[in-house]
């Protein structure tokens, strides 16, 4: 891990809860998306999977924004948050943001990029056993520390 500060278990205990509440997201999307094949023509993006997918992709970004203004690396798979990061900054700027344009460029690029899909679900699950793994490293070194002190 490649890291320019030490970060805090407070900053690590924020950013995991942005992570849980996309992880959330993420299972009502799964929930609420058919078994069947998706069909993209009509209006699909008035549909709960839809929307669930939108959210998660937004908050999910929120996530990995704050691994990049923490200096916070994730050698495994930074290279694909590097090249998702502006896509999916735009991807939430249309969510959260009302386009003048229905289909305006933030969405469509992507959505016509047919392995962001796989990224997006890489990123996420890695970034959340990133997290994890460093907190409970961060709580049991801490409780390390207080037993040393305690004797």
Not at 36 to 42: M, P, R, V, W
Not at 60 to 78: G, M, Y
Not at 82 to 103: C, G, I, K, P
Not at 112 to 125: C, E, G
Request: glycine share 2%; aromatic share 14%.
């Amino acid at each position: 891990m490649k890291n320019k500060e030490k970060f805090s278990k407070t900053i690590l205990s924020s950013i995991y809860r942005q992570w849980i509440w996309a992880d959330h997201l993420r299972n009502y999307f799964s929930t609420e998306l058919p078994e069947k094949e998706l069909n993209l023509s009509g209006d699909f993006t008035i549909e709960p999977y839809w929307m669930f997918m939108c959210l998660w992709y937004g908050v999910l970004f929120s996530v990995i924004d704050a691994l990049k203004e923490t200096n916070i690396e994730i050698p495994e798979i930074q290279k694909d948050i590097d090249q998702m990061y502006d896509t999916l900054r735009l991807y939430r700027n249309a969510v959260f943001h009302v386009q003048e344009e229905y289909w305006s460029d933030k969405w469509r690029k992507l959505i016509l990029d047919k392995t962001s899909a796989d990224k997006i679900n890489l990123i996420h699950k890695q970034v959340g056993i990133f997290l994890l793994k460093n907190l409970t490293k961060e709580v049991l070194s801490a409780e390390d520390h207080n037993k040393s002190e305690s004797k």
